[in-house]
């Protein structure tokens, strides 16, 4: 299929495009008179960038009857194809898992470095003008832009972080063709608000966030309803089989650690020729704290994850940043080690966040079992908590059903549904009939939990 100068190629995975191999072309906006002292901030932007914005114009790729649908049309933007970080898969599968109940289709964002041009002199004229309309218009658009020739009921992207959000210039009429649009930005601190980028989602109906804390700033620097939107998890992918399903991996801890209970646990774990399982990969990060890396494919890596969760006894959980208290500020916000891990039934053992949210999303008996950050006598805790088989049990019930119940990403499309005014479609009630069917499977009893054992009970 031919639009315009580019060619659609369709890839193997549904409801996906992507625009390559078409000729430059120059955008609409810049044929039109520009005043003079606009004119005279363009030349300023040549000089310091080093090259004319209609030379980096995008494509002016059009999305027409692509894919038709009799239900709902709903178009994602994804960041996945230049924003690889393992951490960031979870975002991915609030997309996919949107996209299933939805029948939605998916823009990746592309080609980072002339995105990120493109960003640089909006910025620049953002601040020489003081007019986001003018800067709008000066700022080159980003290639491989993507012009909407029909209308959609939903346009809903998803973003990691608000540094993300100007890839919205890769679809520069998003606002004419979509009746209802509405955002998801996960990961939002209250000191690092960039208020350039943040007014750009003035045009939304609705801005969710993953974070508490910075709701309010948010809604005030955009003008727009702003609503706390907590993490969640595919539950059906991270349950288990059956509530007995043996579980050889005696402790799982990936991510930000204590290298305190990490030496612990290493030496534990060689003790009892257990089956620790942790990252090897380099601490990264200009403090060295963080331990992530790069991944193909989200959809793998969250089907790895939720292998080895739904194999593991216990699953460490601590707060975002737990080993960063100079950055969080007093601000324990929850990471999604809470989510993944009740869902898969792990045993959770770490330091839980201390605010009421929590409280009220993981409200059931032992949901977090306390154990400080660094805990060099981990091996005698783990001890203690494998001589009660029985309450171990009862955890494992507990995380499944209760994640099965209100954790699952559906339950937070239905908060944006249920915000913006709109029906569930039919998939929505299929996977809600399916997480019940969860929930009533764990409360099947169980024959054995099958975590490792490391010696005789002893008090912590």
């Known amino acids: 299929m031919k639009f315009l100068s580019g060619e659609w190629l369709l890839t193997p995975e549904p409801r996906r495009w992507t625009a390559e191999n078409g000729k430059l072309l120059l955008p609409p906006r810049q044929n039109r008179g520009v005043p003079d002292y606009a004119k005279c901030l363009r030349v300023g932007l040549e000089m310091i960038v080093g090259i004319k914005p209609c030379e980096i114009s995008g494509q002016a790729h059009v999305v027409g009857d692509v894919d038709p649908r009799p239900s709902l049309n709903v178009l994602l933007l994804s960041q996945r194809r230049i924003a690889d970080l393992a951490a960031f898969c979870l975002d991915y599968e609030f997309e996919d898992t949107f996209a299933a109940v939805t029948d939605a289709q998916r823009i990746d964002a592309t080609d980072l ?5 493109s960003r640089r002199a909006y910025k620049l004229a953002r601040l020489a003008s003081g007019s986001p309309r003018l800067a709008r218009q000066l700022a080159p658009h980003p290639r491989n832009k993507l012009v909407l020739e029909r209308d959609f009921e939903l346009f809903f992207p998803v973003f990691n972080h608000t540094y993300e959000l100007y890839s919205l210039a890769t679809i520069p009429n998003w606002r004419q063709r979509c009746r209802k649009a509405a955002c998801f930005i996960n990961e939002v601190w209250s000191d690092m608000l960039p208020e350039y980028l943040l007014e750009l989602l003035s045009a939304f109906d609705h801005v ?4 508490r804390h910075s709701v309010r700033d948010v809604a005030r620097i955009t003008g727009r309803p702003c609503t706390y939107l907590p993490l969640a998890v595919d539950v059906p992918r991270f349950a288990p089989a059956s509530p007995d399903q043996p579980r050889p991996i005696g402790v799982c801890n990936i991510g930000r650690r204590s290298p305190v209970t990490h030496q612990a646990l290493l030496d534990d774990a060689e ?13 990264s990060g200009a403090d060295l704290k ?3 890396f790069r991944v193909d494919s989200p959809h793998e890596h969250r089907r790895m994850l939720a292998s080895v969760l739904k194999h593991s006894c216990y699953y460490i959980a601590n707060y975002s940043y737990v080993n960063n208290p100079e950055f969080t500020a007093g601000r324990e916000e929850m990471s999604a080690r809470f989510y993944e891990g009740a869902a898969a039934g792990t045993v959770m053992i ?5 605010t009421e949210e929590f409280k009220q999303q993981f409200d059931w008996p032992d949901a977090v079992i306390h154990v400080p950050f660094d805990s060099p006598d981990i091996g005698r805790i783990l001890a203690h908590l494998n001589g009660d088989p029985e309450r171990l049990r009862a955890v494992q019930r507990n995380n499944v059903r209760e994640a099965a119940q209100r954790h699952d990403w559906l339950h937070r499309i239905q908060v944006v549904f249920d915000t913006l005014g709109l029906a569930p479609t039919e998939k ?3 996977r809600a009939k399916r997480l019940d069917q969860i929930a009533s499977q764990a409360n099947v009893p169980c024959v054995s939990l099958g975590c490792s054992s490391t010696d005789e009970p002893v008090n912590p």
């Open 113 to 117: 470095p002339a995105l990120e041009f």
């Open 290 to 292: 963080s331990r992530t």
């Open 428 to 430: 929505m009630r299929a």
């Open 350 to 354: 770490g330091e839980a966040p201390r």
């Open 208 to 211: 969710f966030i993953g974070f």
């Open 271 to 283: 003790r009892c020729q257990s089956f620790y399982y942790y990252d090897t990969v380099a601490a």
